[in-house]
């Protein structure tokens, strides 16, 4: 089993900056891939970003150059670092984070990142 914990949700204006941060908890030497996807009202949730062990990262194109995800194994946690945000980044934000052996998908609780215009 693995845990995620998000934190760092919340209100910004447009062209403002929100830091997620997710910790990872349990067998966490089962996880393979960290990552952030994000569903909107009446919308299908997607990936925003993800992050290998290795640190390979790749980001949905819409977030491209404006948001980064890193990922610090020693302490189990990954970042998503959002920056000129827009009112259509407005979301709630999960963490996942899949396994090996067996293979499994989990889900943080999600946290709400809401843009005024």
């Known amino acids: 089993q693995v845990q995620l914990v998000e934190s760092g949700g919340g209100l910004v204006q447009a062209g403002g900056s929100l830091r997620l941060s997710c910790a990872a908890s349990?067998?966490?030497?089962?996880?393979?891939?960290m990552g952030w996807f994000r569903q909107a009202p009446g919308k299908e949730r997607e990936l925003v970003a993800r992050v290998t062990s290795d640190s390979t990262s790749d980001y949905a194109g819409s977030v491209k150059g404006r948001f980064t995800i890193s990922r610090d194994n020693a302490k189990n946690t990954v970042i998503l670092q959002m920056n000129s945000l827009k009112p259509e980044d407005t979301a709630v934000y999960y963490c996942?984070?899949?396994?090996?052996?067996?293979?499994?998908?989990?889900w943080g609780q999600g946290t709400q990142v809401t843009v005024s215009s």
């Open positions: 996942n984070a899949d396994t090996f052996n067996p293979p499994y998908l989990y």
């Open positions: 349990g067998s966490i030497w089962r996880i393979r891939t």
